[in-house]
């Protein structure tokens, strides 16, 4: 639960995102489970999940939640874990379901910082391309500083996330656990934890009006990556375009020499 549905996998999550990301900028509704699980299983041969407990990764799969109108797969895809035997006792349903809930925070929160990172890659690359065009230095401008407050931003909330959120809460939850006398000792822990990281992760009923926030956030760096795209891409074209009109009239000048 820890490695997969609270990200404590770093380089699978990240390389499942970069396997993932042509398949999910696309409408949710042209997704497909089959594929998204044969994705799953690249990302888990091609890091060191591959290392982990063969039960473990058996019960790792891929879920689509419900779709609503324009929704893309970014919105509807979410990682899953499948609890049986014994365990369920500490892992209830309601316990899978709220660690989805967190999961889902989590890979959205993770989405905007890749996003943004290539953003940045973009910004690096393409910009040689169209310096030369000075009328665009105050929009470049605008956009390299919206984006690297964005990056900020992002990146302080997985800073808070990660490290005072999860890694902490897990560090106690490890030690109540090694304290516990029972097997109830050991849920009301585990319940423990789980509340604390929905509520210190802002998802608890508590921070709604902060939610909904950072969600309006979310949605704001998904356009402006959409918008600098637009952007560059028209600069690029006008760019372009300017480079054949002045080959052209060196070439007519040639003529008439």
């Known amino acids: 639960m820890r490695r997969y549905l609270l990200m404590g996998q770093g380089d699978f ?3 499942l995102m970069d396997l993932l990301e042509p398949e999910l900028e696309q409408d949710a509704k042209h ?5 998204l699980t044969g994705t799953l299983e690249s990302a888990v041969r091609a890091t060191n999940a591959q290392f982990d407990d063969p039960d473990i990764l058996e019960r790792l799969d891929v879920r689509l939640l419900e779709l609503s109108a324009g929704d893309t797969g970014w919105d509807v895809f979410s990682l899953d874990y499948h609890v049986d035997g014994p365990i369920q006792t500490v892992f209830t349903h309601d316990t899978v379901r709220r660690y989805l809930r967190i999961f889902n925070f989590l890979w959205r929160a993770k989405r905007m910082e890749h996003g943004l990172a290539s953003v940045w890659k973009s910004q690096t690359s393409r910009t040689r391309e169209i310096r030369w065009m000075t009328e665009l230095s105050e929009v470049l401008h605008l956009c390299y500083t919206l984006g690297a407050s964005m990056m900020n931003f992002v990146n302080q909330m997985q800073y808070y996330i990660t490290f ?3 890694e902490c809460g897990w560090a106690e939850l490890e030690k109540a656990v090694g304290q516990a006398n029972d097997l109830d000792q050991v849920i009301a822990a585990h319940d423990t934890f789980l509340d604390d990281v929905t ?5 608890g ?3 709604t009006t902060l ?3 950072l969600r309006t956030i979310f949605d704001l760096i998904v356009q ?3 918008a600098q795209e637009d952007v560059f891409t028209a600069a690029a074209t006008e760019a372009e375009r300017r480079c054949g009109n002045a080959s052209n009239q060196v070439g007519f000048q040639e003529v008439w020499k």
Do not use: F, K
């Not at 997704?31 to 594929?35: A, E, K, M, R, S």
């Not at 509520?199 to 998802?203: I, S």
């Open 13 to 15: 999550i990240r390389h």
């Open 31 to 35: 997704l497909y489970l089959h594929n």
């Open 164 to 166: 005072e959120v999860l």
């Open 199 to 203: 509520n210190r992760a802002l998802l």
């Open 205 to 207: 009923p508590q921070s």
């Open 211 to 213: 939610l909904r926030q």
């Open 224 to 226: 402006y990556q959409r």
